[in-house]
């Protein structure tokens, strides 16, 4: 399609399947230019598709545990010798809760779960930065980009302990882009998405209900997966090279937002309470 990313080389992380925001990610950056290689841990090299998208693009496909640390480091050694040269990106787009896919509320935390969603959605993030800069893996200027949610600022029923760990991945993106920004230029960003129908996305309960509220809310209506992955393209290009350490919303406005009369004119009809099976509140 174009050049942004003209003789640029990445690495890509998160990308399951076609509805993935890493998958939409890969087509345009290789479409815009870049080479990439694609990453993902063995129960998804098993479920997804992730073999199938490194052959429609020509690539190859390491498998790592993003909470692994040798793993990452063989990621970044592999793509290195794969790609013939220094990263000059790299997406971040992984998440998971097994407390949200165990359905468990905020106010009943198992807390190894609780571990395993901070390691998993967050501290990979720091992992993957410190694996980078130790193996001087990233081009000076190169470009390390997060996929967070609002629920990082705003409380939203249902997104459970995920908020907490997008709280903490946005903050990663501020404390090492300091860092590596000094010490390589390299910037580091979180792109806060809409609610966007993926597989990590449907886990989380009345999942639906909230596409349907932000889309009601943000006066663009909700960002979909190729218009982030338009962003993600934007942020690796060398068209943003003084922006790091933010987070940045790609959400139609919705962050924003306090109230839009499409919202009001669906939600005035009922504000009946959601209780449980016993008629006591449910909050969390
Ligand atoms: N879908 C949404 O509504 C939405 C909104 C805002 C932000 N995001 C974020 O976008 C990112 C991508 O999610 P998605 O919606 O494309 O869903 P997805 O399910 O397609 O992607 C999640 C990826 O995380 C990977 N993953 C899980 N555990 C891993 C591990 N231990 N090691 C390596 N990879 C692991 C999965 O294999 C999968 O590829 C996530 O950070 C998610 O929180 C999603």
Not at 48 to 60: R, S
Not at 103 to 114: A, T
Not at 176 to 200: E, W
Not at 225 to 242: G, H, Q, R, W
Request: contains cysteine; hydrophobic residues 40%.
């Amino acid at each position: 399609m174009g050049n942004l990313l003209e003789g640029k080389k990445g690495i890509i992380f998160g990308a399951l399947n076609d509805l993935s925001i890493a998958w939409k990610v890969a087509e345009r950056a290789v479409e815009e230019g870049a080479q990439i290689t694609l990453t993902n841990y063995d129960l998804a090299l098993r479920m997804g598709d992730t073999h199938k998208l490194a052959e429609k693009l020509n690539t190859i496909v390491i498998p790592a545990d993003a909470t692994n640390v040798e793993d990452l480091e063989k990621v970044f050694e592999e793509s290195k010798k794969f790609l013939g040269g220094e990263i000059d990106f790299v997406l971040h787009s992984i998440g998971m809760s097994p407390n949200v896919r165990k359905k468990k509320r905020y106010d009943e935390l198992d807390y190894d779960m609780f571990q395993k969603t901070l390691d998993v959605s967050a501290i990979s993030f720091h992992k993957m930065i410190q694996v980078a800069r130790k193996l001087d893996a990233v081009a000076e200027g190169g470009s390390i980009l997060g996929l967070s949610y609002v629920a990082a600022q705003r409380t939203f029923f249902g997104y459970s302990d995920m908020a907490d760990a997008k709280a903490l991945l946005e903050s990663i993106a501020r404390s090492f882009g300091y860092i590596y920004g000094r010490s390589k230029g390299v910037r580091v960003n979180t792109i806060s998405q809409s609610p966007t129908l993926t597989t990590a996305g449907s886990g989380i309960r009345g999942f639906e209900n909230l596409v349907d509220f932000s889309n009601k809310m943000s006066p663009l209506g909700n960002a979909d997966a190729d218009e982030c992955a338009n962003y993600c393209i934007v942020m690796f290009s060398d068209l943003t090279k003084k922006v790091t350490m933010q987070n940045l919303f790609h959400d139609g406005g919705f962050s924003s937002m306090g109230m839009s009369l499409r919202a009001m004119n669906q939600y005035e009809k009922s504000f009946d309470d959601y209780k449980d099976e016993h008629g006591n509140i449910i909050y969390s």
